[in-house]
C-alpha cells in the first residue's frame, strides 16, 4: 500500500485499522515538521496535543482484543531510517525543558526516578510507529496492528505516556505562575536523588521558557 494509497476512497474510515493508521500517520507528520523548528513558540503546546492524540490511538489498541498477524514471521523490513537529525532537531527546540525525572514503573516498589530527554522519547516512538506504518503501507494490515499494538505495550505506550506528562508538566507550570527551579548540571547520564526530584524540569524559570515555548501563564 503506497502513500498515495494509504487513505484510497475505497478503505472505510469506519475500520478500525484504518481510524488508527490515520491517527499515527498524524504523529508521525506532525512531529517531523514541529522538528524542523518553524514554528518553535507553538512546539510545546502542539507536541502535548500530538501526543495526547496518539496516546488515544494507543489505548484503542490496549483496549482491543489480542492482534493475530497473518504470517508467523515477520517479513524483514530492511534497515531502519535513521532518526538522528530529527533527534538533534528536537533536542535544540526542546533545549531548555528536554531533560526531566520519570518513574519507569509506578507498581514497581520504591524504584527510584531517572533522567529522561523527550527528544529521545519522541524518536523511540517514531521509530515504533514507523515500523508498523512500512507494513500498514505494504498492505499487511494485520502486521501493522500486531506491531502496534505489541510495541504499545513493550515500549512507546510508556514512552509517549511519560513523555505527555513532562510536557504537560511544563504547561502547566508556565499557566500556573508555578516557576521551576534550577536543575543543577543534571543530565541522562546522572542518577536522581530524592532530595532532587522536585526540581527536575530545566535550568530555567517558567516565566523565561513561556514565550519562546509558546505558552503563557494565566493573567
Do not use: C
Not at 14 to 40: C, H, M, N, Y
Not at 81 to 89: C, G
Not at 144 to 155: E, G, K, M
Amino acid at each position: 500500500m503506497s502513500d498515495a494509497t494509504l487513505h484510497a476512497t475505497h478503505q472505510n474510515p469506519d475500520d478500525f485499522a484504518v481510524q488508527i493508521a490515520d491517527q499515527i500517520e498524524s504523529f508521525l507528520v506532525a512531529v517531523t515538521e514541529v522538528a524542523k523548528g518553524a514554528e518553535p513558540d507553538s512546539a510545546v503546546p502542539f507536541l502535548l496535543l500530538e501526543v495526547s492524540q496518539l496516546l488515544l490511538a494507543g489505548g484503542r489498541l490496549g483496549a482491543h482484543e489480542d492482534i493475530v498477524p497473518d504470517e508467523r514471521y515477520e517479513p524483514d523490513m530492511g534497515p531502519e531510517a535513521d532518526v538522528d537529525e530529527l533527534r538533534e532537531n528536537l533536542a535544540r527546540l526542546l533545549e531548555p525543558i528536554d531533560v526531566y525525572s520519570e518513574v519507569f514503573d509506578p507498581y514497581e516498589p520504591r524504584k527510584a526516578p531517572v533522567p529522561a530527554r523527550i527528544s529521545d522519547d519522541l524518536t523511540d516512538v517514531i521509530t515504533d510507529l514507523r515500523h508498523g506504518m512500512a507494513h500498514y503501507r505494504a498492505g499487511r494490515t494485520s502486521e501493522a496492528l500486531w506491531w502496534w499494538q505489541f510495541s504499545y505495550f513493550s515500549n512507546w505506550g510508556s514512552t509517549a505516556s511519560a513523555t505527555l506528562r513532562a510536557l504537560q508538566s511544563v504547561v502547566a507550570h508556565v499557566r500556573l505562575n508555578q516557576p521551576l527551579a534550577e536543575l543543577d548540571g543534571l543530565d541522562t547520564d546522572q542518577g536522581i536523588g530524592d532530595d532532587t526530584l522536585e526540581f527536575e524540569a530545566g535550568k530555567v524559570m517558567a516565566e523565561e521558557i513561556g514565550t519562546p515555548l509558546g505558552v503563557r501563564p494565566v493573567t
